[in-house]
């Protein structure tokens, strides 16, 4: 019968490595069924609970996936823990497929002293406090400090820097959660430097996120001319868009502002700035041993150049006073449970083209696959690519369709019998038009509920 023929798949995360792998499995092949697992309630991953607020643009994929759900051979369940409410084993069970897309929950450490002092946050708790993922909505970071530090110089740390310095007019008009504005209007933060281990031609962010700092009201950039010396005849042979980049640097270092700009950063009270080739090594406890007082760095020289240039110390050390340190030195993802491939030092499920090595039937896509880099668009290719190996297993018979599959129906007994209320697609729907509700009374376009009981209390779980 055709039911017998339909492949029963699963994928477990719904960020857009979820998402974009169910897409194109309910696109190129007509009988399939994909149903999607959460963690939380609230689908869309680091969408709803990464991207910045002020960049609400980015969000638009949320319409992209809705549709997804909204197609009849598409589930969604939500407030399911996958390795702890469900096993692994028991989707194999019930599923032809399982696509594990389930992102990179940790961070890594600095691994240096002091980095349990109060005042030190990881980017990803602190993104996630601003943004209302249920686990950081309790962080109440220190922000009594003139001076913050970002270690790292990616996307994320200019995310983090801008949110720290917007004028509170930009910031009230997103969907950041009202708990943390109410504390950033209360920020006495006013000077935010961004240190890099490497140099002006290594840094990790792209030309848009720095010309928003560039351009951000209220601040200035302090950018050392000193630190470009030289660059504009390296740069001449490097790929167009670490060219432009670098030389968008160069010239809001070394040359003189336009009349607008110079007016702009004359009045502004705020600044922000790149410390370029310091590598952390300590961070200072104030005179109670508790409290963050600043961070010692080791000055590094670069061996070799390019992408692969190291940095190694020169001996000389650097202290810099401040009471914030936002460590932004990248996610990290965590296996699942034991009995699934996982490489830890990679800290990725080892995979060809999204198949998981030596386990027939298991594949996996987005950040927990390719590691924690790239942007939504990266991540759509790749989990198109996976989706394209688990199509390609169905028609060359590796995953044998005669063996017939119940999906979600003997999931629903499992999570019955252990009392776990999966939410459904329409249950969002809900959430989503409260918040959105709430959200307008504000003026801005959602107030996002951070606990999950007030979630699950609004659908009457
Ligand atoms: P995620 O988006 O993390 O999704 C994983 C999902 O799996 C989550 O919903 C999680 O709750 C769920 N999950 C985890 N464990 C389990 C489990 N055990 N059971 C069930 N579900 C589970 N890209 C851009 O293009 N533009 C931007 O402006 C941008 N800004 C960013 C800002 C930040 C701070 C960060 C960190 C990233 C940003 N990115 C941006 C990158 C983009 O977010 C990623 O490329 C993308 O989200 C990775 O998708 P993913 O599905 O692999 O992971």
Not at 26 to 35: E, F, I, M, Q, T
Not at 262 to 268: D, G, H, P
Not at 331 to 344: A, C, V
Not at 389 to 395: F, G, T
Request: hydrophobic share 40%; aromatic share 6%.
């Amino acid at each position: 019968s055709t039911a017998a023929l339909a492949p029963q798949i699963c994928v477990v995360g719904s960020g857009p490595a979820g998402f974009y792998t169910a897409q194109h499995l309910l696109k190129h092949h007509r009988l399939a069924r994909v149903d999607i697992y959460e963690k939380l309630p609230v689908p869309f991953g680091l969408v709803r609970f990464g991207v910045a607020p002020d960049h609400p643009e980015v969000k638009n994929v949320i319409n992209t996936f809705t549709q997804t759900a909204h197609s009849d051979r598409c589930a969604y369940y939500g407030n399911v823990t996958i390795g702890k409410d469900v096993m692994v084993k028991e989707l194999q069970r019930a599923y032809h497929a399982v696509v594990l897309s389930y992102g990179a929950e940790d961070n890594r450490i600095l691994g240096i002293p002091g980095e349990n002092l109060s005042g030190v946050y990881s980017a990803r708790a602190f993104v996630g406090w601003y943004n209302g993922l249920p686990e950081n909505r309790d962080l109440k970071p220190d922000l009594s400090s003139e001076t913050a530090v970002v270690l790292g110089q990616g996307n994320v740390a200019l995310d983090v820097a801008r949110v720290l310095l917007s004028p509170l007019d930009i910031l009230r008009k997103t969907d950041i959660t009202e708990g943390s504005l109410a504390a950033i209007a209360c920020s006495k933060v006013k000077r935010v430097w961004l240190v890099g281990r490497r140099g002006p031609l290594q840094v990790a962010f792209t030309i848009k996120e720095l010309r928003e700092m560039i351009n951000l009201p209220g601040t200035r950039p302090l950018l050392d001319p000193a630190d470009f010396t030289g660059l504009g005849d390296v740069i001449k042979d490097i790929p167009r868009p670490r060219k432009r980049l670098t030389e968008l640097m160069i010239k809001s270092a070394r040359e003189k502002p336009g009349e607008k700009e110079a007016a702009l950063w004359a009045s502004a009270t705020k600044e922000w700035g790149l410390k370029f080739q310091r590598s952390p090594l300590e961070v200072l406890p104030a005179t109670d041993g508790k409290q963050a007082r600043g961070i010692r760095m080791a000055v590094t020289r670069l061996e070799g150049s390019g992408e692969s240039a190291r940095a190694v110390p020169t001996g000389e050390v650097e202290e810099l006073e401040c009471g914030l340190i936002l460590s932004s030195i990248g996610y990290r993802s965590l296996p699942l449970d034991s009995s699934i491939p996982f490489d830890p030092k990679l800290g990725i499920i080892p995979n060809s083209l999204g198949r998981v090595q030596g386990a027939p039937g298991l594949y996996c896509s987005g950040w927990v696959k390719r590691g924690p880099t790239g942007v939504i668009i990266t991540t759509m290719n790749d989990s198109f690519d996976t989706a394209q190996s688990v199509l390609e297993d169905l028609q060359t018979g590796v995953l044998n369709l005669s063996n017939s599959k119940e999906g979600f129906k003997s999931v629903r007994s499992i999570l019955h019998s252990r009392g776990v209320h999966p939410v459904t697609f329409s249950d969002w729907e809900k959430i989503d038009a409260a918040e959105v509700a709430r959200g307008k009374l504000a003026g801005k376009p959602r107030e996002k509920i951070v606990d999950p009981q007030e979630m699950l209390q609004l659908i009457s779980h």
